[in-house]
């Protein structure tokens, strides 16, 4: 181990760096994670302290004198009540207090959606923090990223004289009287999908109930739950209060944190709700943008378009925001809360939120129980999955509050590569609409100018490609590291007059608008057509093509997959598939080389289809709750595509399947669940701040319209609840393979509507099921002319096993129980292994010192251990590890009043670890630090089990005793091997 002493003025940095969700296989025995931190605001780190009390919008009474300020079921929060501002008072004195006992000030404070404040905090303050019995959480204030028939609405079946616009009185009432809040970046108010008469003072009529109008500067509209939304037009650069109407009802911006942490220099944005990306303008136009819009683009009519919602109204919280770099662009963790806290206030209906990191977010996010909160309230939340697929356990937003949404694709946007040799190839486009050529083909390669390397000519990046080469041909890119309609840029710059875009793996392809005509091919096509540019004379024909041969919906393959993390495989996610690839829509000119309308694809774009849905869902029925309208989209789905056109089963892909509008709107039955359920939920995973009561629930047990067990040993039983909208009959039916599967009651006799009947799944293995594979399958119930269908997805497990058992001494032995789940049972022992002692000190000024060590591949296990020299002191610190410029894996080590901190980790990931240690007293702590690396190999002394071939039953225990002997004094860990590669850790100290 190596290690380095740092002040305090460099630990902003490197705490946030470090402190990051865990997404990798590795699972600490008992830490808590952290979240993704990049940049910081100053010397110390800016932090999101969350306390536990609960917000303004879950309060359900117990401070003397403030009664509950939870809304009623299908009421969204009142802020403005006497006792609403007595415990809003309530809460920040709290958190003042909170702040002060470790010598912090409060930023921004939080009291509506999630109870909690911003600070700089050096890494001893946030340590103490963490360490508080009253505070669930101390994040980074973390730097999150946008995620990224032809015609989605047409696709989706809502356009069209028997399309479901149509069935809800048309487009003008078409998601009427609610209000759809976008977190994203900002909008471009003068773009023609967002066109509608402005605001003035008249109030409503009877005839137009659901009119905004203004009340000073406040922009009030009554809503179809009876409730009101209240707004403003909040100025700021280029933008005035005017550029509000009738369909962008309010318009606010938060960007405190970001501006805190990016320069001015670094920034290229504007300092208001005006959108300089288009990110925003393409969420919000797509999720409640106007009916029968016209679009074209580079001279190309795309005829016209519409939002899901065109008779919605469009609240914008610009928390996104435009940098001069990718490290630079995108939203501050707090700004983002300060938008959600606000939206909840305003009394949104929906809201979008179209941002998503490659790594998971935990349960005591900010964020995360921010959206619990706008869920308590009615508050329909749909959230992006992620782009970064289709690498399993890529999701993030997984929470059940929220509904999770995966990308698909519609109807393809293609053209035809005619080469000069008669091959002909497909990809896609949207810029080939007449046929062009025959003109010479030829690589970036072979017109480069003299200054350029090759690597960045074959990517046809800036000012690479030679005019004198390039003028009147067709050049062939590759695909990767700058953006794909650059490239296209660079070619027109040097004279060219097409272009053929390589993929140079299996990957997507896209229908950017190119500034010149362009196809964009996958591999291994694109080889061939490589292959064939080589050769003098190669000619090429760019020509339009249909949408046929090409199977949809397909999810995207950069569309993130399951299983969650942090609902340990038990709670499937994405919940839903929408579309998500070639959406076109509104955006910024001054982020899309001056065009009005673009075409992104991304779960970002997959998303604002299904808030927009649900707002024609509260339109029709306002009272329904967000679990409910979930409910209803997913047991009423179909089956995505695969590539060879049968149906896709996926589930880590696409969920439930993907949503159908109308069949949405008359399920049958639903899954319903409150905030109650979800309290229950947080407290089966450990969450411990729950004052109301509730109690726990195993994630596989809450009332989910899917079922998920990730670890089913021998058999299990969940329970789940349905509430009738069609009363009637219904029977179930139920497939699983290889697996027993019963449900009890099988039949359920619903006499109104509004009633709620519970039943079991019992589940068991049968004899010849196969462990570690998983199983997927539907419980369907059918009735009064409906069918309800839940997708089940069930991994059988090999064994249930403890994580880690400690002994002491240099021989001795300690006895476990392991449950098998098969009947081939060996155990395989490795170590005992003891690191060596790297001795260090944790400066007294609020510093730290860093420890390293590695981890080869294949290790099986690793156990690090930090104990102060004098027993007095306290350490505390943070593990981590860095992998190709992400961080792959963090964890808090607590001292936990006096013990020695450490950390379990079952096979690890390789790689280099950094360890940050602090010393909690601010004073000197020298201290000795160990990583006990086991490997397949070597160690001191033996390790043995017996029984080590037993004789087993799958599901009845089995008794191990580990034994070891030999053991010098000091720390040593082993490691006991299951058959599916997962053990128990042996600790003996």
Same mark, same amino acid.
């Given at each position: 181990?190596?290690?380095?002493?740092?002040?305090?003025?460099?630990?902003?940095?490197?705490?946030?760096?470090?402190?990051?969700? $865990?997404?990798?296989?590795?699972?600490?025995?008992?830490?808590?994670?952290?979240?993704?931190?990049?940049?910081?605001?100053?010397?110390?780190?800016?932090?999101?302290?969350?306390?536990?009390?609960?917000?303004?919008?879950?309060?359900?009474?117990?401070?003397?004198?403030?009664?509950?300020?939870?809304?009623?079921?299908?009421?969204?929060?009142?802020?403005?009540?006497?006792?609403?501002?007595?415990?809003?008072?309530?809460?920040?004195?709290?958190?003042?207090?909170?702040?002060?006992?470790?010598?912090?000030?409060?930023?921004?404070?939080?009291?509506?959606?999630?109870?909690?404040?911003?600070?700089?905090?050096?890494?001893?303050?946030?340590?103490?923090?963490?360490?508080?019995?009253?505070?669930? %959480?101390?994040?980074?204030?973390?730097?999150?990223?946008?995620?990224?028939?032809?015609?989605?609405?047409?696709?989706?079946? &809502?356009?069209?004289?028997?399309?479901?616009?149509?069935?809800?009185?048309?487009?003008?009432?078409?998601?009427?009287?609610?209000?759809?809040?976008?977190?994203?970046?900002?909008?471009?108010?003068?773009?023609?999908?967002?066109?509608?008469?402005?605001?003035?003072?008249?109030?409503?009529? *009877?005839?137009?109930?659901?009119?905004?109008?203004?009340?000073?500067?406040?922009?009030?509209?009554?809503?179809?739950?009876?409730?009101?939304?209240?707004?403003?037009?909040?100025?700021?650069?280029?933008?005035?209060?005017?550029?509000?109407?009738?369909?962008?009802?309010?318009?606010?911006?938060?960007?405190?944190?970001?501006?805190?942490?990016?320069?001015?220099?670094?920034?290229? =944005?504007?300092?208001?709700?005006?959108?300089?990306?288009? @990110?925003? %303008?393409?969420?919000?136009?797509?999720?409640?943008?106007?009916?029968?819009?016209?679009?074209?683009?580079?001279?190309?009519?795309?005829?016209?378009?519409?939002?899901?919602?065109?008779?919605?109204?469009?609240?914008?919280?610009?928390?996104?925001?435009?940098?001069?770099?990718?490290?630079?662009?995108?939203?501050?963790?707090?700004?983002?809360?300060? #938008?959600?806290?606000?939206?909840?206030?305003?009394?949104?209906?929906?809201?979008?939120?179209?941002?998503?990191?490659?790594?998971?977010?935990?349960?005591?996010?900010?964020?995360?129980?921010?959206?619990?909160?706008?869920?308590?309230?009615?508050?329909?939340?749909?959230?992006?999955?992620?782009?970064?697929?289709?690498?399993?356990?890529?999701? =993030?937003?997984?929470?059940?509050?929220?509904?999770?949404?995966?990308?698909?694709? $519609?109807?393809?946007?293609?053209?035809?590569?005619?080469?000069?040799?008669?091959?002909?190839?497909?990809?896609?486009?949207?810029?080939?609409?007449?046929?062009?050529?025959?003109?010479?083909?030829?690589?970036?390669?072979?017109?480069?100018?003299?200054?350029?390397? =090759?690597? *960045?000519?074959?990517?046809?990046?800036?000012?690479?490609?030679?005019?004198?080469?390039?003028?009147?041909?067709?050049?062939?890119?590759?695909?990767?590291?700058?953006?794909?309609?650059?490239?296209?840029?660079?070619?027109?710059?040097?004279?060219?007059?097409?272009?053929?875009?390589?993929?140079?793996?299996?990957?997507?392809?896209?229908?950017?608008?190119?500034?010149?005509?362009?196809?964009?091919?996958?591999?291994?096509?694109?080889?061939?057509?490589?292959?064939?540019?080589?050769?003098?004379?190669?000619?090429?024909?760019?020509?339009?093509?249909?949408? =046929?041969?090409?199977?949809?919906?397909?999810?995207?393959?950069?569309?993130?997959?399951?299983?969650? +993390?942090?609902?340990?495989?038990?709670?499937?996610?994405?919940?839903?598939?929408?579309?998500?690839?070639?959406?076109?829509?509104?955006?910024?000119?001054?982020?899309?080389?001056?065009?009005?309308?673009?075409?992104?694809?991304?779960?970002?774009?997959?998303?604002? @289809?299904?808030?927009?849905?649900?707002?024609?869902?509260?339109?029709?029925?306002?009272?329904?709750?967000?679990?409910?309208?979930?409910?209803?989209?997913?047991?009423?789905?179909?089956?995505?595509?695969?590539?060879?056109?049968? /149906?896709?089963?996926?589930?880590?892909?696409?969920?439930?399947?993907?949503?159908?509008? /109308?069949?949405?709107?008359?399920?049958?039955?639903?899954?319903?669940?409150? *905030?109650?359920?979800?309290?229950?939920?947080?407290?089966? &995973?450990?969450?411990?701040?729950?004052?109301?009561?509730?109690?726990?629930?195993?994630?596989?047990?809450?009332?989910?319209?899917?079922? #998920?067990?990730?670890?089913?040993?021998?058999?299990?039983?969940?329970?789940?609840?349905?509430?009738?909208?069609?009363?009637?009959?219904?029977? #179930?039916?139920?497939?699983?393979?290889? +697996?027993?599967?019963?449900?009890?009651?099988?039949?359920?006799?619903?006499?109104?509507?509004?009633?709620?009947?519970?039943?079991?799944?019992?589940?068991?293995?049968?004899?010849?099921?196969?462990? /570690?594979?998983?199983?997927?399958?539907?419980?369907?119930?059918?009735?009064?002319?409906?069918?309800?269908?839940?997708?089940?997805?069930?991994?059988?497990?090999?064994?249930?096993?403890?994580?880690?058992?400690?002994?002491?001494?240099?021989?001795?032995?300690?006895?476990?129980?392991?449950?098998?789940?098969?009947?081939?049972?060996?155990?395989?022992?490795?170590?005992?292994?003891?690191?060596?002692?790297?001795?260090?000190?944790?400066?007294?000024?609020?510093?730290?010192?860093?420890?390293?060590?590695?981890?080869?591949?294949?290790?099986? #296990?690793?156990?690090?251990?930090?104990?102060?020299? /004098?027993?007095?002191?306290?350490?505390?610190?943070?593990?981590?590890?860095?992998?190709?410029?992400?961080?792959?894996?963090?964890?808090?080590?607590?001292?936990?009043?006096?013990?020695?901190?450490?950390?379990?980790?079952?096979?690890?990931?390789?790689?280099?670890?950094?360890?940050?240690?602090?010393?909690?007293?601010?004073?000197?702590?020298?201290?000795?630090?160990?990583?006990?690396?086991?490997?397949?190999?070597?160690?001191?002394?033996?390790?043995?089990?017996?029984?080590?071939?037993?004789?087993?039953?799958?599901?009845?225990?089995?008794?191990?005793?580990?034994?070891?002997?030999?053991?010098?004094?000091?720390?040593?860990?082993?490691?006991?091997?299951?058959?599916?590669?997962?053990?128990?850790? $042996? %600790?003996?100290?």
């Amino acid at each position: 181990m190596a290690r380095n002493t740092r002040r305090a003025s460099a630990f902003g940095a490197m705490a946030l760096a470090a402190a990051v969700a $865990i997404t990798a296989a590795p699972t600490p025995a008992s830490a808590d994670p952290l979240t993704t931190g990049l940049l910081t605001a100053g010397p110390t780190g800016s932090y999101i302290v969350t306390l536990a009390e609960q917000p303004l919008t879950t309060y359900q009474g117990g401070v003397d004198g403030i009664a509950a300020t939870k809304p009623g079921k299908g009421r969204k929060v009142d802020t403005g009540s006497a006792n609403a501002k007595r415990y809003r008072d309530h809460l920040k004195s709290r958190q003042n207090q909170v702040a002060q006992s470790v010598g912090a000030r409060p930023g921004k404070q939080f009291s509506v959606a999630v109870n909690s404040f911003v600070a700089d905090l050096t890494p001893a303050q946030a340590l103490r923090l963490h360490q508080r019995s009253d505070v669930i %959480s101390v994040e980074p204030n973390e730097l999150l990223k946008p995620t990224n028939d032809r015609n989605s609405t047409d696709f989706l079946k &809502l356009s069209g004289e028997n399309g479901l616009w149509s069935t809800l009185g048309g487009t003008a009432n078409a998601g009427k009287g609610i209000v759809v809040g976008v977190i994203d970046t900002g909008i471009w108010p003068e773009n023609p999908s967002f066109a509608a008469p402005a605001l003035d003072a008249a109030p409503p009529t *009877d005839a137009d109930p659901y009119r905004p109008y203004l009340q000073g500067e406040t922009s009030v509209m009554k809503k179809a739950d009876g409730g009101t939304f209240t707004g403003t037009c909040q100025t700021g650069e280029q933008f005035t209060a005017n550029l509000c109407n009738q369909k962008v009802i309010s318009a606010r911006y938060f960007g405190d944190a970001w501006m805190s942490m990016v320069p001015p220099e670094k920034r290229a =944005d504007y300092a208001s709700p005006r959108d300089a990306q288009g @990110h925003g %303008s393409h969420t919000a136009s797509t999720a409640a943008g106007d009916t029968a819009v016209k679009a074209s683009a580079n001279g190309i009519d795309f005829g016209e378009i519409s939002g899901v919602a065109p008779g919605a109204a469009i609240a914008v919280y610009k928390a996104l925001w435009q940098g001069a770099d990718d490290d630079s662009t995108g939203g501050a963790t707090s700004d983002l809360v300060a #938008a959600i806290d606000q939206a909840v206030a305003d009394g949104v209906d929906v809201i979008n939120y179209s941002v998503g990191g490659s790594q998971e977010s935990s349960y005591y996010s900010s964020i995360q129980l921010a959206f619990r909160s706008a869920a308590a309230a009615g508050i329909f939340v749909a959230t992006a999955g992620g782009n970064s697929g289709p690498d399993a356990r890529s999701l =993030d937003n997984t929470m059940p509050w929220t509904t999770t949404v995966a990308a698909s694709t $519609i109807a393809p946007y293609q053209a035809d590569v005619e080469l000069g040799n008669g091959a002909r190839y497909r990809g896609s486009s949207t810029s080939v609409v007449e046929a062009l050529g025959p003109k010479p083909l030829a690589t970036a390669l072979s017109v480069k100018n003299a200054a350029a390397t =090759d690597a *960045d000519a074959r990517l046809c990046s800036p000012d690479t490609l030679d005019p004198a080469k390039t003028a009147g041909k067709i050049i062939l890119c590759e695909r990767g590291v700058i953006a794909r309609v650059a490239k296209s840029a660079e070619v027109k710059r040097a004279g060219g007059v097409g272009m053929v875009l390589a993929n140079t793996s299996k990957l997507d392809t896209d229908g950017d608008l190119h500034a010149v005509p362009t196809v964009h091919v996958d591999w291994p096509d694109a080889k061939a057509v490589l292959d064939y540019a080589g050769i003098d004379g190669a000619t090429v024909t760019l020509l339009p093509a249909g949408s =046929d041969g090409l199977p949809y919906p397909q999810v995207a393959d950069f569309s993130s997959r399951g299983p969650s +993390i942090t609902n340990n495989g038990d709670l499937l996610k994405p919940d839903i598939a929408a579309p998500g690839v070639n959406i076109l829509a509104a955006v910024s000119p001054t982020g899309n080389d001056g065009k009005d309308f673009d075409f992104y694809s991304g779960t970002s774009m997959a998303t604002p @289809h299904v808030a927009g849905l649900a707002a024609l869902y509260l339109a029709k029925h306002p009272a329904m709750s967000p679990a409910a309208i979930k409910s209803a989209m997913m047991t009423t789905a179909v089956p995505t595509k695969a590539a060879d056109g049968t /149906d896709a089963n996926d589930p880590f892909a696409q969920g439930a399947g993907h949503v159908v509008a /109308d069949a949405m709107f008359d399920p049958g039955l639903v899954y319903d669940a409150t *905030d109650q359920d979800w309290l229950g939920y947080l407290k089966g &995973l450990g969450y411990a701040w729950d004052t109301t009561g509730a109690a726990p629930i195993a994630t596989s047990d809450l009332n989910y319209p899917t079922i #998920a067990v990730s670890r089913l040993l021998g058999g299990k039983t969940v329970t789940r609840r349905v509430t009738a909208l069609t009363p009637g009959v219904y029977h #179930a039916k139920v497939d699983l393979p290889g +697996i027993k599967a019963k449900v009890t009651p099988s039949t359920l006799n619903f006499k109104k509507a509004g009633e709620t009947k519970e039943f079991a799944v019992t589940m068991e293995l049968a004899k010849d099921a196969s462990a /570690d594979v998983l199983t997927v399958g539907s419980l369907t119930w059918t009735g009064a002319g409906k069918t309800v269908r839940s997708t089940v997805v069930v991994t059988p497990q090999s064994a249930l096993a403890p994580a880690v058992v400690r002994g002491t001494g240099t021989e001795g032995s300690v006895s476990f129980e392991v449950t098998p789940a098969v009947k081939h049972f060996p155990v395989t022992t490795y170590g005992m292994v003891s690191g060596p002692l790297t001795p260090g000190s944790a400066p007294a000024d609020g510093g730290y010192t860093t420890v390293d060590f590695t981890v080869p591949a294949g290790a099986k #296990a690793v156990e690090v251990t930090l104990r102060a020299d /004098d027993p007095r002191q306290e350490l505390g610190g943070i593990v981590y590890l860095e992998e190709n410029g992400t961080y792959a894996y963090s964890s808090w080590l607590d001292d936990n009043g006096g013990s020695t901190p450490g950390i379990v980790i079952q096979r690890p990931k390789a790689g280099t670890y950094t360890v940050i240690v602090v010393a909690m007293s601010m004073a000197e702590t020298p201290f000795t630090a160990q990583a006990n690396v086991v490997t397949q190999s070597g160690g001191a002394g033996t390790l043995t089990v017996s029984p080590k071939k037993p004789t087993v039953t799958p599901g009845v225990p089995v008794t191990y005793t580990a034994t070891w002997s030999g053991v010098p004094e000091g720390r040593h860990t082993g490691y006991i091997e299951y058959p599916n590669g997962a053990g128990t850790v $042996i %600790s003996v100290n």
